[in-house]
């Protein structure tokens, strides 16, 4: 079945570094892929957001890059913060199944 | 508030019983989604709703699952049987479908817990 994966599933970074997290997907027709920030006990909130049709895309902190041809997407912060600790999910969606596959997640802590 | 509501938010019960969860979506989307969370993973898909119509099932969804969404708004996830198994946090989303983008917005989920 489809699939996408995300790496790393934990990452710590100094305050004020940059974070990186990767994922990658199976199915080509894939044409929306947004990020979830998910705080403890908390529901996934949408962060930002890249259709396929679309290289990268940045709001302030926070960018996403996609590359179609290899079916990676990345997501980039920058001048971390503490209130950035949480899980960060990525997801492929594809219009003509009208489905989303998540990503299992990747634990982001920013130590002070 | 205009999001996305789910209850109960906490649900404890015993192995065997049946239990109902209920999703309230913003009011003017048209899809409606239900995952399930177990820590430390994704949300995985279990269905989805077109308006009323309920157009796919994953294969995780046993026969002891079943969503309604009778009048195209609210929707409700049945589990009866409950297994220990069945312990998660499930998840309802909605989105407004435009095009190639489908814009899901969480619910705050409801946490199972069977003993």
Redesign the interface.
């Known amino acids: 079945g489809e699939n996408v994966e995300q790496h790393p599933s934990t990452l710590s970074v100094q305050e004020g570094d940059s974070a990186v997290i990767k994922c990658t997907y199976s199915d080509s027709a894939s044409n929306y892929f947004p990020w979830y920030k998910q705080e403890l006990g908390k529901r996934p909130q949408l962060i930002i957001d890249i259709r396929s049709n679309v290289g990268e895309k940045k709001d302030q902190r926070i960018a996403v890059t996609l590359n179609k041809t290899a079916k990676h997407f990345s997501l980039h912060i920058t001048e971390t913060q503490p209130e950035d600790s949480a899980v960060y999910f990525c997801a492929a969606y594809t219009s003509g199944t009208y489905k989303y596959i998540f990503g299992t997640g990747t634990r982001l802590k920013v130590l002070a | 508030d205009t999001g996305?509501s789910q209850n109960p938010r906490h649900k404890i019960t015993k192995r065997g019983q049946n239990v109902t969860f209920r999703c309230d979506p913003i009011s003017e989307h048209n899809?409606l989604?239900w995952y399930r969370q177990t820590l430390?993973?994704?949300?995985?898909?279990l269905t989805?709703f077109?308006n009323e119509a309920q157009?796919?099932k994953s294969r995780l969804l046993s026969d002891r699952f079943s969503a309604e969404r009778p009048k195209g708004s609210f929707s409700t996830l049945e589990i009866q049987r409950t297994e220990q198994g069945d312990s998660a946090m499930y998840?309802c989303a909605s989105s407004l479908?435009s095009?190639?983008?489908?814009?899901?917005?969480?619910?705050?989920?409801t946490r199972l817990t069977v003993l």
Do not use: H, I, M, N
């Open positions: 996305v899809r989604y430390g993973q994704g949300p995985e898909f989805y077109q157009l796919e998840l479908a095009g190639s983008k489908d814009t899901q917005y969480f619910g705050p989920g």
